[in-house]
């Protein structure tokens, strides 16, 4: 699924990684839950909009993250 840029609807390039300055790598989001399945993570990927440099940041496991 491609996404367009927010702010020109350009095409955006994605499965950009990202790294934050310093010895963390990547950025990890998580969600806590009840029950067997303790938590669910993902790292954290990118979009870059090649036109006014809009970054969008997503997780290809969002299917895993779920309404509490
Ligand atoms: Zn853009």
Redesign the pocket.
């Known amino acids: 699924m491609k996404k367009t840029?927010i702010?020109?609807?350009?095409e955006m390039i994605d499965d950009c990684k990202v790294t934050v300055e310093g010895d963390t790598p990547g950025m990890i989001i998580s969600q806590k839950r009840k029950g067997s399945f303790n938590h669910v993570s993902a790292k954290t990927k990118a979009s870059v909009?090649p036109?006014?440099?809009?970054v969008a940041l997503y997780i290809d496991e969002f299917k895993e993250f779920k309404q509490l």
């Open positions: 840029c702010q020109c609807q350009t909009c036109n006014c440099g809009f």
